[in-house]
């Protein structure tokens, strides 16, 4: 039947949901529960503190499914997973532990946490021996190019490389595009640089069709593009681990797409061109080339099943004395995607250095500006999601004056360095300490729509949502990549159970849930109901109801007590929680309690005084030996009528350790 409680605990409801509704951190404290960076929440596996190596997987054939399984094996014990191939291969950070368990899975060929023998990848084909190779340079890095000649006071005509897309609609538009979804949309490909990304990393071919053909693109040039690109969003990973950035690659650069056009004679302007061909080759054919990208980009991440997604275009310049287009451009950006253009010689950073290139062009694709002084950025610009200053700005009198990669050069790539400025850009701040970043710091509500008692089990049902960190940033719409996880339920404080999610799983920004109790006794029971996602967040209060399962053979006052999670105590010091409540409705006036029999004691209201149907009280207890500990409360009414069977729980007390001292013995000598 549904639930139907007197009329006097219904009128108290809110007052009981308000005393239970409390913070997670706050209820599992004073109840012995964990809290949500303990393994009652839904982060990794402790395994994240053991030691961590990074690994080369390989798969025996190209089975999504298979490499899922392996990435969320990974991610449960705590590694990450950064690099995939799909769906063949990956590069990840695991424990060390782990690495035995990967290599007996029946769909892994190999696990290596050293440089291969590539001529033992060919039998899996170019795909994956390319992809080993890129490994190969991750664990056995070249040498540091200097470019002390490259400093920015040496090319003054160097353009500004963080761009704006011309085709970003108006927030009016963006905001009926999306119908409501708090998921990142269409023009949302890159709000902040956390979670999982698809990278599409496109090489050009001219064919000669209409400009002559003056570069060709060889086997080894193509592969040091991957290997950098691939060095330089490993960087990305390794710079902030709190991030879990990783990344999948669309691959077309082994076979690079063909133009009419030889992109590097041309002025950057007519990237209208070479891009509209390549993005044709590959079955996109909308108006504007823009467009054109952010299909390609939109279908990545939803064939990967990736957070966001951008194009890297790379144009081959082996035989360009400047490595750079007409207009003196040779890398840039566009802020916030849909894409970043890299020429493979880059104004003479050359191609071994296009690590630190990719790396700060990388930083635009996630909204982070420009900071050297030729850029002319304002300390008061803001940008990002989270509309951070830019006063780390060389140009103008900023107040933060430290290395970072948004300055460009390959000095802060090679010592790992971004400002608080720029990485507040990308989303990378954390407000409030608690190791997730604002942008994922989403608030969770969780709603308990129905109770029903049926056979002294309770079924319940409701709803878990989430609300997406608001962007202060007036051109940016506020959305999430966070995910329900769990929907978790307990009774009477005890050990937290999992629900249901009415769709078989919870990976949703909105999961309905329900559950089915165990048999509980007859009295008056204390439902919660808290919500778990995917950055480790949990509702901050408690969906909560408060069930009465009657006793006939006690109709009136009635008294239930809550022991700590651990009955077996070795301090003295016991608090044990209670309610008093009545099941017709009438006034608790006094709650009396006894310890082993002993004389009976008044207990505290909880509010001050006794005078309503539902009372908490809580026991300060002081157990001074060892041994069993019986515990017995009864409560009076208004009437004078005696609660009938008294509540009664025990607490085992364990005998304290010896604590041992140990003395030095000195003896003298004659």
């Not at 269409?186 to 002559?212: H, K, R």
């Not at 080894?220 to 490993?234: G, I, P, R, S, T």
């Not at 040779?330 to 071994?352: D, I």
């Not at 009136?556 to 009955?567: A, I, R, S, V």
Request: glycine content about 6%.
């Amino acid at each position: 039947m549904h639930l139907r409680l007197p009329s006097s605990l219904r009128k108290v409801l809110p007052l009981i949901c308000l005393s239970c509704s409390l913070n997670l951190v706050m209820v599992s404290a004073a109840m012995g529960h964990q809290t949500n960076n303990e393994s009652e929440s839904n982060q990794p596996n402790p395994a994240s503190a053991k030691t961590q190596v990074d690994a080369f997987i390989l798969m025996t054939n190209s089975n999504q499914t298979q490499l899922t399984q392996i990435q969320n094996m990974i991610t449960l014990n705590g590694g990450q997973p950064i690099h995939t191939l799909p769906y063949q291969a990956i590069i990840a950070r695991v424990p060390a532990e782990l690495l035995g368990q990967l290599k007996n899975l029946p769909k892994v060929a190999g696990v290596f946490t050293q440089a291969v023998e590539l001529a033992t990848m060919d039998v899996y084909g170019p795909a994956v021996r390319g992809f080993a190779a890129a490994w190969n340079s991750l664990v056995t890095p070249q040498a540091i190019v200097s470019n002390e000649n490259l400093l920015t006071q040496a090319h003054p005509d160097d353009p500004h490389d963080a761009l704006t897309a011309p085709d970003m609609p108006s927030m009016q538009t963006l905001s009926v595009s999306s119908s409501g979804s708090i998921k990142p949309g269409y023009y949302q490909t890159s709000e902040y640089m956390t979670g999982s990304v698809a990278v599409g990393i496109v090489l050009i071919e001219s064919d000669g069709s209409v400009d002559p053909s003056t570069e060709n693109w060889t086997s080894d040039e193509k592969q040091l593009v991957f290997n950098e690109l691939m060095a330089a969003l490993n960087w990305w990973a390794k710079l902030e681990p709190r991030a879990n950035l990783s990344f999948v690659y669309d691959d077309h650069f082994s076979n690079p797409l063909p133009s009419s056009y030889e992109p590097i004679t041309r002025s950057m302007i007519d990237q209208q061109y070479w891009i509209s061909d390549a993005m044709s080759a590959l079955g996109y054919n909308a108006p504007s080339y823009f467009t054109r990208v952010r299909d390609y980009n939109n279908a990545l991440r939803t064939a990967y099943q990736t957070d966001w997604a951008f194009t890297v275009f790379v144009v081959d310049s082996s035989a360009d004395n400047d490595h750079r287009f007409k207009d003196n451009y040779f890398a840039y950006a566009y802020l916030g995607g849909p894409f970043m253009v890299m020429t493979y010689g880059n104004n003479g950073y050359g191609p071994n250095n296009m690590d630190a290139v990719a790396a700060h062009e990388i930083g635009h694709i996630f909204h982070a500006l420009d900071q050297y002084s030729g850029a002319g950025q304002k300390c008061a610009t803001r940008s990002g999601y989270l509309y951070v200053e830019n006063l780390n700005s060389q140009y103008g009198a900023c107040p933060s004056n430290v290395n970072s990669i948004m300055r460009g050069q390959v000095y802060p790539y090679t010592t790992k360095a971004i400002d608080p400025y720029a990485a507040g850009q990308i989303g990378w701040r954390d407000s409030d300490k608690d190791n997730i970043f604002d942008p994922l710091d989403v608030e969770l509500t969780i709603s308990l729509d129905e109770v029903i008692k049926s056979d002294q089990r309770l079924i319940a049902s409701g709803v878990a949502d989430i609300s997406p960190y608001p962007s202060p940033n007036p051109y940016r719409a506020s959305t999430t990549i966070n995910t329900i996880t769990q929907v978790k339920y307990r009774l009477n404080y005890g050990a937290w159970q999992p629900a249901i999610a009415n769709d078989n799983a919870f990976d949703e920004t909105s999961e309905g849930y329900s559950f089915t109790s165990p048999p509980l006794s007859t009295g008056l029971h204390i439902l919660e109901v808290a919500a778990f996602d995917s950055a480790g967040n949990i509702s901050n209060n408690f969906a909560t109801e408060t069930i009465l399962f009657p006793d006939p053979l006690d109709p009136g006052p009635n008294t239930d007590l809550y022991l700590p999670k651990n009955t077996t105590i070795t301090n003295q010091a016991v608090t044990v929680k209670g309610i008093a409540y009545h099941s017709q409705g009438g006034s608790i006036v006094q709650v009396e309690y006894r310890v082993n029999g002993g004389p009976w004691q008044m207990a505290q209201a909880q509010d001050g005084v006794f005078d309503s149907s539902y009372e908490p009280f809580a026991l300060a207890l002081d157990l001074t030996e060892a041994g069993v500990y019986v515990i017995e409360t009864f409560a009076t009414d208004a009437l004078g009528n005696n609660e009938i069977n008294f509540a009664r729980r025990e607490i085992q007390v364990a005998q304290p350790q010896a604590a041992h001292i140990f003395l030095p013995i000195i003896t003298s000598r004659k």
